[in-house]
Each structure stands twice: as structure tokens, then as C-alpha cells.
């Protein structure tokens, strides 16, 4: 009976964990898991940008930026850890180093792995300009 008990607890604990996601838990879920209208942005021109003009991405202001920022702390760090050096899900400092523009986009639209899709519903730009300022 014991053994039943823990067997039991520990599947309800995984089961927490994998279905958690990224997502704050007051967040309804997303109506759609995939939007068919939705349009993935052009890739950028080639990167020549200096290191100081990579803190503030192409188009990207500083309000962008801190928008981004802000949906990030809000939908993220619970998965990618606080500084976003990884936890449950990888870290995020380098990721436009391994993945495009549309790539990331379509991360966030459509999820990957065990990352929900719709984290950052509507912000997705703001997101990616946010990201593209991590080392």
C-alpha cells in the first residue's frame, strides 16, 4: 500500500511539472494553438551592426525593447530560470545565435518541446527584440 501511495504522488508530481508549462497560472490558455492568417516577418539583412548597435536591434526601440523584457519576467523565467540562464527549459542568452528571426517566431507562436505555444501571444516581435539584446 505504501509503494502505491508513492508510485501514485510521484505521477501526480510529474505530471504537475510536464503540464505546467511557461505560462503564468491566471493566463487562459490559447484559443488556438496555430493562427493560419498569422505572417512571419522578413529575415533581416545580413549582420553587420557594430556591438554597440546590437543592443537595440534593427526597428527595435528602447520601449520595444522593455516591453519584451517585461513578457519575458512575466512568462518565461518560471521555465528558462531568473537570469534566463536555464532551468527547466534551456537558456536563453545566445539564441539568436541558434535560431532565426522567423525560427524564434514561430517558437513562440507554436511552441516547442514541452514550451507552450502562445507564450507570448501578441508580442512576439517584442519578445524577439528583447532576446536579440542577451549575450
Do not use: W
Not at 67 to 75: K, T
Not at 97 to 113: A, C, F, M, S
Amino acid at each position: 500500500m505504501k509503494f502505491l501511495y508513492r508510485g501514485m504522488l510521484v505521477c501526480t508530481l510529474l505530471t504537475l511539472l510536464l503540464t505546467g508549462g511557461c505560462r503564468p497560472a491566471d493566463e487562459p490558455p490559447p484559443e488556438e494553438d496555430i493562427v493560419e492568417d498569422e505572417t512571419v516577418p522578413d529575415e533581416a539583412e545580413p549582420d553587420t551592426e557594430t556591438p554597440e548597435e546590437e543592443a537595440a536591434p534593427e526597428g527595435a526601440d528602447a520601449q520595444m525593447i522593455a516591453e519584451g523584457e517585461a513578457v519575458v519576467q512575466q512568462s518565461c523565467v518560471s521555465c528558462h530560470g531568473e537570469n534566463l540562464e536555464g532551468g527547466m527549459g534551456p537558456s536563453l542568452h545566445g539564441i539568436t545565435e541558434k535560431y532565426t528571426r522567423e525560427e524564434l517566431y514561430d517558437i513562440l507562436v507554436n511552441g516547442i518541446g514541452s514550451m507552450p505555444a502562445g507564450t507570448a501571444r501578441g508580442h512576439e516581435e517584442e519578445v524577439i527584440a528583447y532576446l536579440m539584446t542577451l549575450d
